[in-house]
């Protein structure tokens, strides 16, 4: 796999067009990251007066990014790239990622533009009449509680969508978007010729042609039937009439939707053979990156908010709370995701109040109690909750039989906070089928080995740890090579088969027996108290 006849060593290309920008990074066939480049878009593209890549209108619910700034920031990359000394020519493929939930409205004619791509023109010169909708709803959008639900009113109620689509309606899902504009502009709808996901768009600016949504972001927009990986035609009609029209095919993630129209192959030395790989959404290519690759495997991410996800075989689809996506690397499995909002920022919150602001105090406080903390707990939801979903807000801390209390010990309030943390998502975890034999832990707190103890001890599975960096742009680079290896080859070829070469991950913990059986004992009366605080 590594040397063309040429002798040249063969290169994949993964992008991620996230919400603040658009990132590249470049491996090799010994999946080593040979390079990474990125765009900031208000930094890069100010002339688009974005802040945080978005544009807020005033009624503080609709969030919307400017897709003619995603356009111009593929060529200032690629640009910025070419002048790097990057190899473009050796890349063998390329693949991307795309900020999930976010559509693309590309009016008739759009398509004759892609194909016509000259390239002593800028794409941005190109396309800037491409669009029937010219600010694209994105993930942060929240103004669809009407059409979410009218939904679920629809289809049966929140499990009967969920159980259909992966999910319950929830508001930044595209297929929600998409009922809003159809009943708000009626005449935008009626002109556009096909609706891409921001990812789907990427990938056909790069073939100049209409690209298939995959399998595992249109899980994204309660509009897929999750078991079937087809679009549900129950979904469709309540959304909007001809919608599949304008939706095009869906395909399964490791499949080739066609090569690098010759624009990039003539402005910025591309091979004319490069395959372009199905664009996914960035939580799938983030699975990717983190090279889950079976049942069982599963990721915590312990940023901003703390996000769980892994790979099963056997959801149990939530209409309540959780997301059912199909898994971006294996067509026949699913991809399981939860995210709590109180995660980094909870713990910096109790470690100034008590720790005196020091990560040290606070890992000691860690190392020096005992699992389970004596019995004694606290629910914790300084910002309203994901999981479980709430609206309530505060802190209550309960004694070993129960009763509400004040206050803890500093020591006994940063156990508390940490255990309900990881407690918390394993049993929600549990009731949409995610039962870890493994776990990647990455973000910031991934490096606070007290932390990563409480993780595996509550799981009872051992925590590994790498150096990631960019999962989603490296997942892209990954799902490329593996994408191109399908096609090579001529069949379906097992994504652990496709990364047996890559460096394994560091075993940082291994769970104590008797700590996990303390958890255990635990999780009866920490759901009912979460439950009694969540409301």
């Not at 909002?341 to 040290?360: K, Q, T, Y």
């Not at 769970?511 to 958890?519: S, T, W």
Request: charged letters at 20%; proline letters at 6%; a neutral charge.
């Amino acid at each position: 796999m590594k040397k063309d006849g040429s002798g040249k060593t063969d290169l994949f290309l993964g992008l991620d067009l996230s919400t603040q920008g658009l990132k590249g990074t470049l491996i090799d066939a010994d999946f080593r990251v040979a390079a990474e480049d990125a765009v900031s878009f208000d930094g890069d593209l100010p002339e688009f007066k974005t802040e945080g890549g978005v544009h807020r209108r005033p009624d503080g619910l609709t969030v919307t990014s400017p897709p003619l700034m995603w356009v111009a920031a593929l060529d200032l990359l690629f640009a910025r790239v070419k002048s790097g000394g990057w190899p473009l020519a050796s890349v063998a493929a390329v693949c991307g990622s795309g900020q999930q939930h976010g559509s693309v409205w590309l009016k008739r004619g759009a398509r004759k533009a892609l194909a016509k791509l000259d390239p002593a023109r800028s794409l941005r010169e190109q396309l800037t009449d491409a669009f029937s909708v010219a600010d694209s709803p994105v993930w942060m959008d929240a103004g669809t509680q009407k059409q979410c639900d009218e939904r679920e009113a629809a289809l049966g109620g929140p499990q009967a969508v969920a159980d259909l689509t992966g999910s319950r309606a929830y508001l930044r899902f595209t297929g929600n978007q998409i009922a809003r504009i159809y009943a708000d502009d009626p005449a935008a709808y009626e002109r556009t010729d096909r609706i891409a996901l921001v990812s789907s768009f990427a990938a056909s600016l790069l073939i100049g042609d209409y690209a298939p949504i995959d399998t595992s972001d249109g899980s994204g927009m309660n509009l897929m039937d999750v078991r079937k990986r087809d679009w549900s035609r129950a979904a469709l009609e309540y959304t909007a009439p001809g919608l599949a029209a304008k939706l095009g095919p869906i395909v399964p993630g490791h499949e080739t939707v066609g090569t690098l129209h010759a624009y990039y192959v003539r402005k910025y030395g591309f091979s004319p053979q490069c395959p372009v790989v199905a664009f996914s959404g960035d939580n799938p290519n983030s699975l990717a990156g983190l090279r889950l690759q079976r049942a069982g495997d599963v990721a915590i991410s312990l940023g901003t908010s703390d996000t769980m996800f892994g790979y099963v075989l056997r959801p149990k689809p939530s209409g309540v709370e959780g997301h059912i996506f199909a898994n971006p690397v294996d067509p026949s499995a699913y991809m399981v995701m939860l995210c709590r909002m109180n995660g980094s920022l909870a713990r910096e919150r109790v470690r100034d109040a008590a720790a005196a602001g020091s990560w040290n105090t606070f890992s000691g406080f860690l190392h020096n109690t005992p699992a389970g903390n004596g019995g004694r707990m606290g629910i914790f939801f300084f910002e309203p909750e994901i999981t479980p979903p709430t609206r309530n807000t505060g802190v209550s801390f309960f004694d070993a039989d129960g009763k509400r209390i004040d206050t803890l010990p500093p020591e006994a309030e940063v156990r508390a906070l940490v255990e309900s943390q990881f407690i918390s998502l394993r049993l929600h975890g549990e009731g949409i089928g995610l039962m870890p034999s493994a776990i990647l832990a990455t973000g910031g707190a991934s490096a606070n080995r007290e932390i990563l103890r409480v993780i595996s001890d509550v799981f009872g599975a051992p925590v590994y740890t790498g150096e990631q960096t960019a999962s989603a742009s490296l997942g892209a680079a990954y799902r490329a090579m593996h994408g191109w290896m399908c096609k090579r080859e001529g069949r379906f070829v097992p994504f652990a088969e496709a990364m047996s070469g890559a460096p394994p991950f560091a075993r940082a913990v291994e769970p104590d027996a008797a700590a996990h059986e303390a958890y255990n004992r635990m999780l009866g009366r920490f759901a009912k108290l979460e439950e009694s605080v969540a409301g």
